[in-house]
């Protein structure tokens, strides 16, 4: 997005996110880990068929796996995840051109605050249907804010308050493809734009783990590696 556009999404101050403490590892994505620590699994597994050919990463990233962690942990009773077809719809009143050239993290953000989106039950995705917002209940947030991709403390916090973390970078041709036995991504800051969300991490590895909306078969069953200085360098 414009470096303008980005600036004046409020920054999460002190206070606002908790420090790392007690967790060397945290994996939203992981059953086991989250029922060790008294949670069950709030984030949604990886869709299967992804997003497609269309560009709606945004949507995935924001609202199927963002969101849906996030209102689940607040409370809010989900019966299937945050609906990527709703949101992507909802965004061409922000961006016309959003089904050919995809949307800002931060208009998604808007979409969620401002008119709230319905769960996937109610708007399955399509890659070839674009355009038709949901007239079901919408589940909204209260609010969002951004943190320094080069703060890993708050990045690691808000994972460990169950807050996923979208964010977009350049990805190029390595990057398609990563799998099950290469999934550590090395960005060059080459490539196309592309939206996902960070839901865990390794201290050990030094890495952040991510979920793309590529599908089950891509990378690590939907999941990939970046190391916290690659992430806070592109």
């Not at 609906?83 to 808007?110: E, H, Q, V, W």
């Not at 996937?120 to 209260?142: F, H, K, V």
Request: glycine residues 12%; proline residues 7%.
């Amino acid at each position: 997005m414009p470096v303008e556009d980005y600036r004046s999404m409020p920054e999460a101050g002190e206070g606002n996110f908790a420090t790392v403490g007690g967790y060397d590892q945290f994996d939203l994505s992981d059953s086991n880990f989250l029922s060790q620590i008294g949670f069950p699994r709030l984030l949604p597994a990886p869709d299967p068929a992804g997003q497609g050919r269309q560009p709606s990463c945004t949507a995935w990233a924001v609202g199927f796996a963002a969101a849906t962690a996030t209102m689940r942990y607040s409370g809010t009773n989900l019966t299937s995840p945050i609906s990527p077809a709703d949101l992507f719809a909802k965004l061409l009143r922000r961006t016309p051109n959003a089904c050919t050239s995809g949307s800002y993290i931060s208009s998604a953000m808007d979409t969620l605050v401002q008119e709230g989106v319905t769960t996937l039950a109610n708007a399955p995705y399509s890659e070839l249907q674009c355009g038709t917002p949901s007239a079901a209940l919408p589940y909204q947030i209260d609010g969002f804010s951004r943190v320094p991709a080069t703060d890993s403390i708050a990045i690691r916090g808000s994972v460990q308050m169950m807050q996923p973390v979208s964010f977009g970078i350049m990805v190029d041709d390595r990057f398609q493809n990563l799998g099950a036995s290469n999934s550590v991504y090395v960005p060059n800051g080459s490539g196309g734009g592309h939206a996902m969300s960070i839901i865990g991490y390794d201290d050990s590895r030094q890495q952040y783990k991510v979920m793309n909306s590529w599908g089950t078969g891509w990378g690590a069953g939907g999941f990939f590696w970046i190391s916290y200085a690659d992430f806070g360098r592109y």
